[in-house]
């Protein structure tokens, strides 16, 4: 047996590998461990922008000094870096032990056990559906778990590495999926959230649709399902149909829309012009559904007009919770050799002046809530502000701030009637139903 320190980096989808490694690991008969007390350290990587290779890259560096200073006696790399660089990783971090792609996690305990890894002649892309069959160590609270339904990403964005990293989108049977999720259920998940790049693409590679999954998994004995990352040329009426009749789904969508301008959407490769995305975010918030979005600034060609754009149409459509983040450039990707670059300067400008405009809507929204009352699944306590901690249905975890409430008692996992009574840039404050006077 050997003590396991694990660290994930980058997306939520990186997380459910993480989780299926962790899985693997404790059924061979390792323990998990914090980093101090490590025979063997895992990073998880994310490769998707500069900032996220540069986060991988100092954990790698961070940990390999525990390799002379501390316990460690082995350091693995995993995930997306060494998916792509792994030839240029093992020239560059010689204080790395091992390196498994992105599709090679079911190699990790011989690793650990001292097995020289093979690489897959196809990358390990034919290992993704096998693998997702395996259990999982949740890292999330227990009553919430994400739930990858798919795998590499078919849209060819021209600034996107994903597609040469993940490969083409691949889908998970309904079988498969709806039994992981019946099993997440039964272990004590009342929240099942869909990510993958598209899951709006879900099926359409093996006869099936997302609608078709929604089916199924809504026969599941589950509270509450949240879609992530859905195309908004896929967002059908179908599909908001069904999310604003359902009493399972919650009314919240997360639209990664990227940019408003016609130009720079079609400079990105995107399907939707800002017309578009106006009208479809005016549809969801007809049908009472909260819309989450991702914008990039400084993409090559955004001049001061396009960003005005941008920004005017954030004022007119009012997603509620917005992302934003400067545009990277990735080698190998279409965008990398297009002209007009934007300035480091300008971007950073950009970044805070969106952000701003944000942070105004979203607390426009927060305050349109006050008096109201809604349900609060319950999950921390702070300690500080001496409340209570929980997430509304139109909350993802992480991103989109939370609800500090008062009440006599509560249960972690169980959700409570809330009545806002304050709110500030992100978060909401209310008390409980059941303890009003």
């Excluded at 609800?403 to 008692?409: D, G, I, K, S």
Aim: hydrophobic share 35%.
């Amino acid at each position: 047996m050997k003590n396991i320190a694990v660290i994930s980096l980058g997306c939520d989808k990186n997380r459910v590998d993480t989780e299926r490694m962790l899985y693997r690991i404790v059924r061979d008969g390792h323990a998990v461990v914090d980093l101090p007390d490590a025979d063997v350290i895992i990073v998880n990587t994310c490769a998707f922008i500069e900032s996220a290779r540069q986060e991988s890259i100092d954990n790698i560096l961070d940990c390999a000094r525990l390799k002379t200073d501390g316990k460690c006696k082995k350091l693995i790399v995993t995930g997306c870096l060494p998916q792509k660089h792994r030839a240029e990783l093992k020239e560059a971090l010689p204080e790395v032990d091992a390196f498994l792609g992105a599709f090679e996690y079911d190699k990790i305990c011989g690793v650990i056990n001292g097995d020289e890894p093979e690489r897959s002649e196809d990358g390990g892309y034919s290992a993704f559906c096998a693998d997702e069959n395996c259990g999982r160590v949740l890292t999330t609270f227990p009553h919430v778990a994400y739930l990858k339904i798919a795998e590499g990403c078919n849209n060819k964005c021209t600034f996107c590495t994903i597609p040469s990293i993940r490969g083409v989108y691949r889908s998970r049977p309904i079988s498969d999926i709806t039994a992981e999720a019946s099993g997440l259920v039964k272990d004590g998940v009342r929240e099942l959230i869909l990510v993958a790049q598209d899951v709006t693409r879900y099926g359409e590679d093996i006869g099936e649709s997302v609608i078709g999954l929604l089916n199924e998994l809504e026969k599941l004995p589950v509270d509450i399902i949240r879609l992530l990352y859905c195309y908004p040329e896929r967002v059908t009426d179908e599909l908001i149909e069904r999310i604003a009749s359902s009493q399972k789904i919650a009314k919240y969508i997360d639209i990664p829309l990227q940019h408003a301008s016609d130009k720079i959407l079609k400079l990105m490769n995107r399907k939707t012009t800002r017309a578009q995305a106006e009208k479809l975010i005016s549809k969801l918030h007809a049908r009472g559904i909260v819309v989450r979005t991702t914008l990039m600034v400084g993409f090559p060609g955004e001049t001061q007009k396009e960003f005005d754009e941008l920004c005017e149409f954030v004022r007119k459509a009012k997603p509620e919770y917005a992302g934003v983040f400067a545009y990277s450039k990735e080698s190998g990707t279409p965008a990398a050799r297009l002209p007009d670059r934007v300035k480091r300067s300008d971007k950073i400008k950009r970044v805070k002046a969106l952000g701003a405009i944000c942070t105004d809507v979203t607390r426009e929204f927060n305050k349109s809530l006050v008096g109201k009352t809604i349900n609060v699944l319950y999950e921390d306590v702070d300690f500080d502000k001496n409340k209570f901690v929980g997430r509304a249905g139109f909350q993802t975890p992480g991103v989109d701030g939370c609800v500090y409430f008062e009440c006599a008692q509560a249960d972690v996992g169980k959700s409570y009637a809330v009545t806002v009574t304050a709110f500030d840039d992100y978060d909401l404050y209310g008390v409980c139903d059941a303890d009003r006077t």
